[in-house]
């Protein structure tokens, strides 16, 4: 690491996984396609974008993140923006999703590939649990489940896929209007939607909501979060809180989520390194 940027140690990696992940849908995803795949790291996005400039000698990479309001979440187009991958001849995707009829995450991240003299390759999405409680309540348990199970299946046979580099990309149904909604969250609400967090008084100062957000956004005053503005609206803080006191908006009641296989320390750890 030098005051430029960061050069990845991954000269003996032909293959790496990049990822950004909240609530750990995306983390598991990532880890699961990097099981079938030799010598593949995985590298924290959040952790990653700290630095000025990335450098990697990959042959071969993923970038695996959730989707935030039917497209890219901004830290991962930054982080792409800085990424340097003359090397790379193979770039696939994995979209964590609720929902994945209404998506513009192929088209943004094309776009920024173009930007770079590179192609998306492959794109795939993964439906898991959504975990947008502002929206909607949590599915029942068993559902759950079921969805998560489903899940297993399709990383597994994506796995595949991937490893013999088969080039594809699924359809994003209304790309465009969901570009625009997407880009107009960005610009316009995203500034200041996180006045809409708040904590109550069962708030123990345990400090975790400071730790555990990608971006540096929470600090702790007099012993209770405030959050500064530059929110990727992730709601690892929300979720993740041991005492449930933090909401966002309506959420008040509601059940919270995180994958059932990475822990609350996995994403502390994965945003630091």
């Known amino acids: 690491m030098n005051e430029q940027g960061i050069k990845l140690k991954d000269s ?84 964590t999703c609720g929902n994945h009829y209404f998506s513009s995450a192929f088209n943004q991240l094309n776009k920024l590939l173009v930007n770079k003299g590179k192609k998306l390759t492959a794109g795939f999405h993964v439906e898991m649990i959504s975990n947008y409680i502002p929206l909607s309540n ?25 490893r013999i580099k088969i080039r594809t990309i699924e359809t994003e149904y209304f790309w465009l209007p969901c570009s625009a909604i997407n880009s107009f969250w960005r610009k316009s609400l995203l500034p200041k939607n996180d006045r809409k967090f708040s904590s109550s008084a069962g708030c123990t100062s345990c400090g975790i909501c400071e730790k555990i957000c990608p971006v540096d956004n929470i600090r702790l005053v007099n012993g209770r979060p405030e959050w500064k503005s530059h929110c990727q609206e992730c709601l690892a803080c929300l979720h993740f809180c041991p005492e449930e006191s933090i909401e966002f908006g309506r959420t008040a009641g509601r059940l919270r989520y995180h994958h059932p296989f990475i822990s609350r320390a996995d994403i502390i750890t994965s945003n630091s390194r």
């Open 12 to 95: 003996a990696a032909k293959q790496i996984i990049y990822y950004f992940s909240a609530t750990g849908n995306s983390l598991y995803a990532a880890k699961t396609i990097s099981q079938s795949l030799p010598n593949c790291p995985l590298i924290s996005i959040a952790s990653a974008n700290k630095e000025e400039t990335v450098t990697t000698d990959a042959e071969s990479i993923g970038f695996v993140f959730p989707m935030h309001y039917f497209g890219m979440p901004p830290i991962v187009a930054e982080f792409i923006s800085k990424l340097d991958m003359k090397s790379v001849g193979y770039v696939f995707a994995i979209v």
């Open 138 to 162: 949590l599915p029942p348990q068993h559902k759950q489940d079921i969805i998560l199970t489903n899940a297993d299946n399709r990383l597994k046979a994506l796995a595949e896929i991937i």
